[in-house]
């Protein structure tokens, strides 16, 4: 399969048999060069593989994940291709504000389509994730868009969540560890969805994972996986009213609270 | 078992039901104050166990293994304790020289008794490895002496080595992944040892792996682990001279050339 003109491959390591690899692309929704990694297991030589799209929390890139969560072994051992996006718009002329802190702005794109200016046209990290790159991911390597699935961690959670919740049938399964579950109640959503939305919180609900729950029908089967002793659990991540929102519905959510995990 | 005055606790997070911990402490032959991580498997709710101490490689710290590695899941499925320490002396105090690169100073000590001037003061990585460090992990958690084990990566396998090679019984094994096998006969080496050790290469051999063969007597059974695509592989490893040494020796090396990793 040959890569697209607008794929550039920037590193490949062999791993656990299977190739680490990392490109920089175009994006267009976006506006602006996007690097993302992808692990390609062994199986992958005999017909297409399942894929699994990794969503990383606050100021992470696409390389935290690569680097320090040890997946590839596990992928290699069951044949599933894993791709890591970034998590905002990069570049010197994407708008961000450093003094507003690490939970806003680059690095901090809350996997949301802005609507609010400066952010609105290159903050459209929704439509990134959905479309414009599992476009270019079934396009560019032998996985099968049929068996796709989505996992995150914390504001990645969140986005994984929302976006399973939200087109359903194009994930098999949602998994997010320590999501943020209810953004429009916690400090670190109502920042974010302030700026990058507006003040109207009912714009906020297309991207509340337990708003929208009340609105989605027929969610793929659901994991949160939450420390107990997570230091974050109280104010910013919610997973009980998630929780509550899946049992009123009679949804499949499978919640492991882990004690004594942070 | 209750800490020593000198040991603070800094991190403590749960992990493969075991816990993964930080501490800072005072070292003496560093004169200097210290950072170590330590895992502690399951398994040491019942007893002493192994322990095996991990050197890490040029610009690290002890928390790159820690994030990066994984490990802690062999070591709670085997039940043993994971010690790594830090590269380098640390602190204000302590000399550094910047201009050198990332390959000099701090974070990169090197493993070695310094004797030249400003660094023979706090750069004693040796001595604060093979004894300071074991004394203080034997007393202050439930390891079993007897069963240590030692492992590195680059500069650290070369760390790993040496001492296993100059200590015959203090390590059940060593294992190094891309170690620097022959420092005196690469730029890395020649660089550190030089200013460490001063420009007679008679006083080097003491921490050249590969001349520590010829010394040595009884080492442990010995495992390398190098990727071919390693793009420091001919310039700075060198592990044919050392697989040559142990063959010239009749010593227990295990040499295992990965194929297109790197």
Known sequence: MGLPDNLEQVLNSRCFNGEQQRYLHTSTVL???MHFSIYLPPAIAIGPVPVIYWLSGLTCTDENFVQKAGAQRYA???GVALVAP???PRGKHVPDDPDEGWDFGK????YVNATQPPWDHHYNMYDYITQELPQLINESFAVDPGRAAIMGHSMGGHGALTMALRNTGQYASVSAFAPICAPSRCPWGQKALGRYLGDNQRDWETYDATALVYRAEDPPPMLI????ADEFLDEQLNPQLFASACEDSDFPLLLNMREGYD
């Open 31 to 33: 506006d602006c060069d």
């Open 86 to 88: 970034d998590t905002s």
């Open 76 to 78: 290699a051992h069951h």
């Open 107 to 110: 690095g901090a794109g809350f």
């Open 225 to 228: 996986d939450q420390g107990n």
